[in-house]
């Protein structure tokens, strides 16, 4: 049974700095991408943010350079580092994983993510 619950949204100013977790438990976490999608109000959710089983990350223009994602082996924990945040990026965050039947583990941006957790709210001032 994938369980996946995130934590750690709030209410910022422009310019501050957040950081999201994501617990896992159900499957293989350390086999698995991992995955942080995000929707705004009347929008479609868009995948801002993967990682393989080997660590290696990937992002989305709209947040490369601001955003940092990193898992935990040992702790089943996947975080969002959210720097320099801006008023365009309130959102429920949600994260994702490819499932408990099968996981890729790689080119994670490219994978269907089966699994998501209920979503933890951002909200950025301006």
């Known amino acids: 049974d994938v369980q996946l619950k995130e934590s750690g949204g709030g209410l910022v100013q422009t310019g501050g700095s957040l950081t999201l977790s994501c617990t896992a438990s159900?499957?293989?976490?350390?086999?698995?991408?991992m995955s942080w999608y995000r929707q705004a109000p009347g929008k479609e959710p868009e995948l801002i943010s993967a990682?393989?089983?080997?660590?290696?990350?990937t992002y989305d223009a709209s947040v490369a350079d601001r955003f940092t994602i990193l898992r935990d082996r040992v702790k089943n924990r996947v975080y969002l580092l959210m720097n320099n945040l801006k008023p365009v990026d309130t959102a429920l965050y949600f994260c994702?994983?490819?499932?408990?039947?099968?996981?890729?583990?790689?080119?994670?941006?490219?994978?269907?993510?089966?699994?998501w957790g209920q979503g933890t709210q951002v909200t950025v001032s301006s």
């Open positions: 994702a994983t490819e499932g408990d039947d099968s996981c890729s583990g790689s080119q994670c941006l490219f994978m269907k993510y089966n699994k």
């Open positions: 990682i393989s089983r080997d660590s290696l990350p």
């Open positions: 159900g499957f293989t976490f350390n086999s698995c991408c």
